[in-house]
């Protein structure tokens, strides 16, 4: 579509004088117009009398002197003299006449005209002709005296007539009405001649006045306009500014455009300059605080550990691209695991710096084999000397010994973790002093029981203080709420579950503190190889009676046990008991229970098509009692058939009300 052609603003100045002009000359001529008209007409008027005047005194001079009438038998040399009146004076008749007002008539006694050759005129005003006709006010008024005199405009079959009339007595007092009759057309001829010789000249001067107004226009606005815009197009198009500084010629106010424009163009370009600088500044910012917060990643230990003697889950959000807080676990060797949680004071690069001090100084004083509390003694020393910007850390280490199952741990102002298993409990001991601040504070340790499948949970501030868009913290409780409501069957590890929990609280309000959590979870592995003897069982009954869980869970995982174990044995083989046969069973416990037998038996698989009946069937189907209740007191199931061997595994999750 092409585009539509925008008018300079010399055209549109052109074209607004032109009309200003137009509307002056209108305005103009209408007034000299009628200026004209009323000076013609009035000079017209003037000229009328005059001749009206001569003309009566003539005649009244002449009836007086001669003692004569002045009636239809009057002189020729009277009419001569209105012949000269009429040509003295241009005017197309005067004449004599008398009135009748009883009849509305007049009659004619005497008539001059200007053309004598005119017969029409002539016999329209011949003497002694009668005729009737309407009677003006004014007329009458001169007719009874009145008024001396009167000028009235009358349309006949003359055409349009301006007629002078004024009132004669002869010698004898007899009353004769003199007038003097000039055409219109005659004086509208005139009053266009004069008009045209004034017209021209004003013509004339308008037209110089517009050229002046135009030529002034297109030189102080329309071409400074012209330089400006086209500046102005060269620096949007290009996105450079002239070498040239923009001069603004013509008004005061171009010029202040074009110092605006100058010093805006300046501006631009500096604050472009300005804005480059800053984004590479940003850009290499931005590089060294992902390389930073690369490094800090670096320095924390893999999110997930796990072997047979326990479970370690990890996760540390920042809130910022590097964060404050750390965690950290390292096997200590001879079954020993080291756990640490902490949150430095601060955010950004200081605080990432003081926490890989104090992540250096742990590990390296807890290799030594230090007790928790030495090694915040030691750490907290080390972090106090040349402290000047008075940087501080709260931290949790604890210590997990596999060997005895206890867990010793010591705390420097940090929250209390809680203790998952056969209920929810906080670690209760008084918190030690913060580390950082001040050299040759002591700190205590406690010690307690981790059996396997009980969850050590840390934690760092920044997950009971989050916040929705309410302002309010989830605090305590909520944390406690998320932890009793975990199922390991969820298929999420605790800290993944928290966190979720944590962050449908916030509604994605953004994180003003970085959030980190731990989970160690205690485990046990029991691995045994049993002969096809159903007196074998004891040794599987003694296991599952050592767990650390709730009786009734255990005389259940027992029922469910033995019911597998003497249907192996049972059909296995087909009822023998097979020499250099041995049924595998093994036990293991983390955060749920898992039992598992092997055997070379005959491929069969006890979960296959089970049925739940209300009555007892001597012919119900081959193990199905067992079968029945691996189904309903087991919380899932697995068989699988490989390398020849039978494998059947039974998981059992730790429910809430076990916690």
């Not at 509208?188 to 045209?196: D, L, P, R, T």
């Not at 100084?361 to 008075?390: C, D, V, W, Y």
């Not at 203790?419 to 929810?424: M, V």
Request: aromatic share 10%; with cysteine.
């Amino acid at each position: 579509m092409k585009a539509k052609r925008q008018k300079s603003i010399a055209e549109k100045a052109a074209w607004q004088v032109i009309v200003v002009l137009l509307i002056a000359m209108i305005i103009t001529y209408t007034i000299a117009f009628f200026v004209v008209f009323k000076m013609v007409f009035s000079v017209n008027n003037t000229i009328s009398l005059t001749a009206l005047d001569l003309y009566t005194d003539y005649l009244t001079e002449y009836s007086n002197n001669n003692h004569v009438s002045i009636d239809k038998n009057i002189s020729d040399k009277i009419i001569q003299y209105g012949d000269y009146i009429c040509s003295k004076y241009e005017t197309d008749y005067i004449y004599l006449y008398t009135i009748d007002e009883k009849s509305s008539s007049i009659t004619y006694v005497a008539t001059s005209v200007l053309d004598e050759k005119n017969e029409e005129n002539i016999q329209n005003h011949m003497i002694d002709r009668h005729v009737e006709c309407e009677l003006y006010p004014d007329e009458l008024a001169v007719w009874h005296g009145e008024k001396k005199s009167a000028t009235i405009t009358v349309d006949n079959n003359l055409g349009h007539e301006i007629t002078t009339i004024a009132l004669i007595r002869d010698c004898n007092g007899n009353k004769i009405m003199a007038g003097v009759e000039t055409s219109y057309d005659y004086i509208s001829g005139k009053m266009i001649k004069m008009f045209s010789l004034f017209a021209l000249p004003i013509t004339l001067v308008l037209i110089c006045i517009g050229l002046s107004i135009y030529y002034f226009m297109r030189k102080r606005i329309s071409l400074p306009a012209k330089e400006i815009s086209r500046k102005m197009q060269e620096y949007i198009t290009d996105g450079k500014q002239s070498k040239s500084k923009l001069v603004g010629k013509g008004t005061a106010e171009f010029s202040m455009i074009a110092d605006a424009f100058n010093s805006m163009s300046d501006d631009i370009k500096n604050y472009v300059e300005s804005i480059k600088r800053l984004s590479e500044e940003k850009a290499n910012r931005n590089a060294e605080f992902n390389i930073a917060a690369e490094i800090q990643r670096g320095f924390l230990s893999a999110p997930e550990f796990e072997n047979e003697a326990c479970s370690i889950k990890a996760m540390m959000v920042p809130a910022k691209e590097i964060g404050g807080d750390l965690y950290d676990y390292i096997p200590l060797g001879n079954g020993r695991y080291l756990v640490v949680v902490a949150d430095v004071s601060g955010k950004g690069v200081s605080a990432a710096l003081f926490m890989s001090m104090a992540l250096t100084l742990i590990r390296q004083f807890a290799k030594m084999g230090l007790a928790p509390n030495e090694i915040m003694e030691k750490t907290n020393n080390a972090l106090s000397e040349n402290n000047s910007r008075m940087l501080f850390v709260t931290a949790f280490i604890g210590i997990y010994d596999c060997n005895d199952n206890s867990f010793t741990y010591s705390n420097a102002g940090h929250n209390l973790p809680y203790k998952i298993g056969g209920g929810l409990k906080a670690l209760d001991n008084s918190h030690g002093v913060l580390m950082g601040l001040f050299a040759n504070e002591a700190f205590s340790s406690e010690r307690i029981t981790l059996n396997p499948g009980e969850t050590i949970f840390l934690y760092t501030d920044g997950v009971t203080e989050t916040l929705n868009k309410e302002k309010n913290f989830w605090g305590v409780d909520g944390l406690e709420e998320a932890l009793r409501s975990y199922k390991p069957s969820c298929g999420a590890s605790l800290v993944e579950y928290v966190y979720d929990k944590a962050t449908e609280f916030s509604e994605n309000v953004c994180r003003h503190d970085d959030m980190t959590m731990l989970s160690l979870t205690a485990k046990s592995n029991v691995d045994l190889e049993l002969d096809f003897d159903i007196h074998e069982f004891e040794k599987i009954k003694s296991e599952i009676l050592k767990l650390a869980v709730p009786h009734p869970m255990k005389l259940n995982l027992c029922l469910v046990a033995e019911e597998i174990f003497i249907n192996i044995c049972s059909y296995a083989f087909d009822g023998k008991s097979p020499e250099n046969e041995k049924i595998g069973f093994s036990l293991a416990v983390s955060d749920h229970v898992e039992i598992r037998f092997t055997d070379n038996g005959q491929k069969f698989n006890p979960f296959d098509k089970i049925e739940v009946t209300d009555y007892c069937d001597e012919d119900f189907q081959v193990g199905g009692l067992g079968r029945f209740l691996s189904s309903s007191l087991t919380d899932d199931r697995k068989y699988q058939y490989s390398d020849g061997k039978n494998i059947v595994t039974l998981f059992k999750y730790f429910e809430e009300e076990n916690i």
